[in-house]
Structures are given as C-alpha cells and as structure tokens.
C-alpha cells in the first residue's frame, strides 16, 4: 500500500509553493501541508503563477499528487464569533480562492471558539461564514479539524461537526481528523475502529478528506491541545501506526504537525518520523538522531 504522508512545511514570500515542495522532499514525505502566510495573521502576498508552475512540475517529477497537498487557513480566524463576521468572510472567500488558483483542493479550519456565546450561537456563527466562503465554482473543499474542547473551542465531537455540515448543506464541506485533538477531547485511540465507526454512522467516511498525525502531550479528555513528537506521547507509537496504516484511510493524507526539537527547538523532526512510520518500528533514538542530522 502506498502511505500518503507528509508533514507541514513553509511558504514564503519569494520562493511562495515551490518552497513548501522542497522543502517536503527534504523529508522524503510525499504530500505536504502549509499556510499560504503566517498561521497567526491574514497578510498574504500575491501569488506567483511562473513560481506555482514550477513548484506543480517539481511535484509531478516527483509523484506528489497535488489532491493530495493541504492548506490550513490561519488559526487567528474565528468563525464561530460574529464580531469579525464580515472580516472573516472576506478573508475565507479570499483565501479559498487562493488555494484555487495554487490547484490545492484542501482547505484546513478550524470551527473556532464561541467566546461564551454557547455553541448553539457558535455553530450558527459559522455555518453564516462558511455559506458565505464556499465556493461552487472552485474544486476547493473546505475541512474542518476535530478539536480538543479547549476553553470554548467548537468541534470537539464529531456530532458538533456532523450538524455545522448538515446545516451548511454543501458538498464542499470536509473533515480533517486530528489524533492529538481527538485523544485530548476524550475519543480513546485504544480502539480506533471503534472510533471509525463513529465516525462513519454520524458524519460519513467519505467526508474525512485529511488526518493530522500527533501525539499528544497530555492525556485521554484533558481538552488542552499540545502536540508531541510520534511514539514520545500520551497516545504512543502503535496506536499511531493503527491509524496511519487504517485499510479505510489508505486514500487519505496524513499530515505530521509535531514539534521541532533540540535547542531552541530549530530541528524539524519529519524527516526521522517519516522514516520510522514507513519502517514500522520505534525509533528509541529518535530526538538524538533528528538533531545528530542537522547539527553537522
Ligand atoms: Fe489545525
Ligand atoms: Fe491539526
Ligand atoms: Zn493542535
């Protein structure tokens, strides 16, 4: 079976894509995930099409499948609170057709958090952005992550996901399953096919467009959100492989999303991730390696 990972990777302003393909050959990942700007504003530079050519032909020399390759719209937005409602369509409308024109077709968000207003308001608030983002005339789904019910954040069960999708009504609207959200928001990957099931009977296998490979620093229902490296968290290496090897995933991209290490946490550990996921076994030495590799 040919696994679907990679990791996310950066952007920037004058090498845009192309950088963001380089630098997930580095790790030897074969998709890839990246915000089209910093993940905690909404400036964006314009977009290249001489540097998107180039970056699409690298992928293609190197059997990346760009249906494969993900965006995430920065975290700063949040749709389930209406006082930024009209910022925050203008900027999602943007950014999904940003995404079009790179020939992505997975766009990450996040629900958001509804700041006290109850998840009823909450969920209202951001089925009114997404009718107003989505657009049929792009191939540009827009997936919402599973969150881990920190503070007030929406999303942290597949029931809250499964009625802002019914309520929206579209087709372009996916799923993107976070393994460190979910174990944080009390989902026990000790028996992931149960958690599959669950899945299928409320939302639908067939919504699930992404999955985010995590550990999880904390443990089973502790809603705090913080990602640890593979195998080194509270989930651990098997439970991991269970879902990054699922038969019902297989077409699905996995996206690492674990810290850097070392010192001042600057070394990238997706390259040794990857390697010891498509090894099948634990690597004890993980962080030594990782930063062995880079330090010379
Ligand atoms: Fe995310
Ligand atoms: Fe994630
Ligand atoms: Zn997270």
Known sequence: MQLIIGSHVSFNKDKQMLLSVTEAL??????FMFYTGAPQNTKRVELDDKLIEEAKMLMISNNIDINDVVVHAPYIINPANSK???FNI???KQEVSRVGKLGVTK????PGSHVGLGVDV?????VDVLKNSIDDNTNVDICLETMAGKGSEIGRSFEEIKSIIDKVGSNHIKVCLDTCHINDAGYDLSDFDKILEEFDSIIGLDKLAVVHINDSKNCLGSHKDRHEN??????GFNKLMQVIYHEKLKDVPKILETPYVGEDTKYPPYLFEIEMIRNKKFNDNLIRDIIDYYKK
């Open 84 to 86: 930024n409602r009209d």
């Open 107 to 110: 766009l990450v968000l996040h």
């Open 90 to 92: 203008s900027f999602l």
């Open 230 to 235: 593979i195998g080194l968290g509270y989930i």
């Open 122 to 126: 909450g969920i209202n608030n951001i």
């Open 26 to 31: 580095s790790y030897k990942a074969n998709t």
